[in-house]
Nanobody
Framework: QSQLVESWGGLVQSGGSLRLSCAAS????????MGWFRQAPGKEREFVAA????????AYADSVKGRFTISRDNAKNTVYLQMNSLKPEDTAVYYC?????????????????WGQGTQVTVSS
């Protein structure tokens, strides 16, 4: 049973916005160690955004910096990815993930739990 469930992907025009949600079902998943990755067709999975250690700040891939924002609602056990000024090259399956106690926040290998992914398609 997945402990992470993404939602609210979809089809949007270039320049539009979407907000992805990731609901965490287990109390053991620290929302301070959550991140988002994406994988486009024919490409490797890549880092998008994550809370850095301690959860007091966030880090972003250069390709999304200034356009995407990661946030969380502790009361709802939910992490969000607000995506603005979307571009066709943002088209991918987006995954939220929860990492363990060690490892780099921008490496997929650091993450122990993954959601099933949600498709984001940006039309030109």
């Amino acid at each position: 049973q997945s402990q992470l469930v993404e939602s609210w992907g979809g089809l949007v025009q270039s320049g539009g916005s979407l907000r992805l949600s990731c609901a965490a079902s287990a109390r053991t998943l620290s929302k301070d160690r959550m991140g988002w990755f994406r994988q486009a067709p024919g490409k490797e999975r890549e880092f998008v955004a994550a809370f850095t250690w301690g959860g007091v700040s966030a880090a972003y891939a250069d390709s999304v910096k200034g356009r995407f924002t990661i946030s969380r609602d502790n009361a709802k056990n939910t992490v969000y990815l607000q995506m603005n000024s979307l571009k066709p090259e943002d088209t991918a399956v987006y995954y939220c993930a929860a990492r363990g106690a060690i490892g780099d926040y921008d490496r997929g290998a650091s993450y122990l739990y993954w959601g099933q992914g949600t498709q984001v398609t940006v039309s030109s």
